[in-house]
């Protein structure tokens, strides 16, 4: 049964439901978005001092437990956040738009040339290349940061494991981005610059941070921020290739970007549960949720609530009310939010500007993850504006007869 319908099941006849103790320990699902907002808003009950993703990490604890931006509650969790708030304000990051249009109209350019390309590929370097101009990690380093985060986030699926186990895999790549935040942090203290880093060197020096808080912060961004992002790009382009009416809308009237943004987010769910720990007993509807027992919200459930979106399998990116939970909500609510939304307001342009159809050409294929609601294999072919009216439309539009919507347009000319 796919995701959705199980959600669905679950939202109806057992929204508090509790997962036995399997690969790892049990935990409570809840997936209604009322319960959902109640769990998000009440630290006091539900901490995320613990960890805050599934994983067979809960067996053994989590590094970043009580330390880390992700792993604190209120009071020490909102200092953490006031250290670099100022970096992710809508200001702060708007200056980041010519530069990342750049990055993504490159990227679209060249798989438009190449003929057809995996998409996972193509934005993959949006995000790295916004997070690194925040964060002030040179160039030359992207590809490692990219492929870092890759094997930390995506761990559970074989194809990114570089080491026997998933657990392995990860840590590796922590301690990979860790290091490599130390080596930054070192030449920001000599020579201090307008980025994140060196933020975080200032807080160190007066003594708010430690250097390994310093070290775990960076890593918990670089995280947050780019294997989401990069599959929200993915999830719009596939929704577009699902409902093209919605591609062709857009296209032809680009002050849709803020609610098509939004919408991306609510249908997509790139990140797909949070979790938390409760500190006593509560009770959630008709359950009985046990101090020490874990709690997940699901997003990706909570998004597609028929109680709160109406007709919610339909990507609609007009929809007005949109109270999408795809940023999260309560203190822990995406602290690059602004910058998610920038990127991917940018990508959506571009994308409109510059490529009139695309058509899948192979079933794609979804990353192993239950934190990531993303891709690893989406192959492509996208089809250039100034192509319309060509031969590859009315191609696309055989292979759709064909293939319903595995094998689709985005768009008719
Ligand atoms: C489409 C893109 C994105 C999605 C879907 C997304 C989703 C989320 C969600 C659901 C949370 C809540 C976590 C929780 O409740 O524990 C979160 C938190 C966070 N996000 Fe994002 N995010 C995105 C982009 C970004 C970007 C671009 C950055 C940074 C550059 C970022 C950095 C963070 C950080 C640091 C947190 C932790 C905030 C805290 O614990 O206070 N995210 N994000």
Not at 175 to 203: G, K
Not at 312 to 326: E, K, Q, S, V, W
Not at 348 to 358: I, K, M, N, P, T
Request: glycine share 8%; hydrophobic share 40%.
């Amino acid at each position: 049964m796919g995701f959705h319908r199980l959600f669905k099941q679950l939202r109806d006849h057992d929204p508090v439901h509790w997962n036995a103790d399997g690969v790892e320990p049990g935990f409570w699902s809840v997936t209604r978005y009322e319960d959902y907002l109640r769990v998000q808003k009440d630290p006091t009950s539900f901490s995320s001092a613990a960890t805050n993703v599934l994983g067979p990490h809960r067996w053994h604890g989590d590094e970043g437990s009580g330390r880390m931006l992700t792993h604190t509650d209120p009071p020490r969790h909102t200092e953490l956040r006031q250290l670099v708030s100022r970096s992710f304000t809508p200001r702060a990051v708007a200056s980041l738009e010519p530069y990342l249009r750049s990055v993504i109209s490159d990227a679209l350019d060249g798989a438009i040339a190449d003929g057809e390309c995996n998409f996972v590929d193509v934005v993959a370097m949006l995000p790295v290349a916004s997070i690194a101009a925040l964060m002030g990690v040179p160039q030359e380093d992207w590809g490692l940061l990219l492929r870092l985060t890759g094997a930390a986030f995506g761990s559970a699926d074989q194809d990114f494991q570089t080491s026997p186990s998933a657990r392995a895999t990860a840590a590796q790549a922590h301690a990979q981005l860790l290091l490599y935040c130390q080596d930054l942090m070192r030449q920001r203290r000599e020579a201090p610059r307008e980025d994140i880093v060196s933020r975080l060197v200032e807080a160190e020096r007066a003594g708010h941070l430690s250097e390994e808080d310093a070290m775990l912060f960076f890593d918990v961004v670089m995280l947050g921020g780019n294997e989401t992002t990069r599959h929200g790009a993915v999830g719009a382009l596939l929704a577009f290739v699902e409902f093209p009416d919605q591609w062709q809308q857009l296209r032809e009237d680009r002050r849709l970007l803020g609610s098509a943004v939004a919408e991306v987010l609510r249908f997509v769910s790139p990140s797909r549960h949070v979790l938390r720990r409760a500190v006593r007993d509560v009770q959630l509807r008709d359950r009985t949720i046990l101090a020490g027992q874990d709690v997940v919200v699901w997003h990706a459930s909570a998004n597609r609530d028929e109680r709160t979106f109406a007709d919610p399998d339909r990507f609609d990116i007009t929809r007005t009310a949109n109270p999408h939970l795809g940023l999260g909500a309560g203190p822990h609510y995406c602290l690059g939010a602004a910058l998610a939304t920038l990127e991917l307001s940018v990508f959506l342009d571009e994308l409109c500007r510059r490529v009139s159809a695309a058509t899948l050409l192979d079933r794609p294929t979804q990353l192993s993850s239950t934190v990531i609601n993303g891709y690893k294999h989406v192959r492509v072919q996208l089809h250039s504006s100034e192509q319309v009216g060509s031969g590859d439309t009315a191609g696309s539009q055989r292979s759709r007869d064909a293939e319903g919507r595995a094998r689709a347009a985005v768009a008719q000319p």
